[in-house]
């Protein structure tokens, strides 16, 4: 059975840096599209960003206009894992961050994390 486990959240003042992880396990990932989402207090959840596979070696990452130039998603297919590398954090980048995985660019999500809360101070 499927299953993303992440971890990395925490409390950060504002400007600061986290990394997230989502170690991936029950089947290979390498080819899925693999996504993180927020969802903040009172908010629906928003897609922040995805890496999705485009043949061979190469991949293709997405952003939501929110994070971009700050936020960096990568892969390690040999660890399973997705990383979401967060950089000049602000307030409103609080939420719980959920790692979820697709299994192409086109189809939506199926697999998702329970998720791991992050908290910027100002």
């Known amino acids: 059975q499927a299953q993303l486990v992440e971890s990395g959240g925490g409390l950060v003042q504002a400007g600061g840096s986290l990394r997230l992880s989502c170690v991936a396990s029950?089947?290979?990932?390498?080819?899925?599209?693999m996504g993180w989402f927020r969802q903040a207090p009172g908010k629906e959840r928003e897609f922040v960003a995805g890496?999705?596979?485009?043949?061979?070696?190469?991949?293709?990452?997405d952003y939501a206009d929110s994070v971009k130039g700050r936020f960096t998603i990568s892969r390690n297919n040999a660890e399973n894992t997705v990383y979401l590398q967060m950089n000049s954090l602000k307030s409103e980048d609080t939420a719980v961050y959920y790692c979820?995985?697709?299994?192409?660019?086109?189809?939506?999500?199926?697999?998702w994390g329970q998720g791991t809360q992050v908290t910027v101070s100002s």
């Open positions: 890496l999705s596979w485009s043949g061979l070696n190469t991949y293709v990452a």
């Open positions: 979820a995985a697709a299994l192409s660019r086109r189809r939506s999500y199926e697999y």
């Open positions: 029950g089947r290979t990932f390498s080819t899925y599209t």
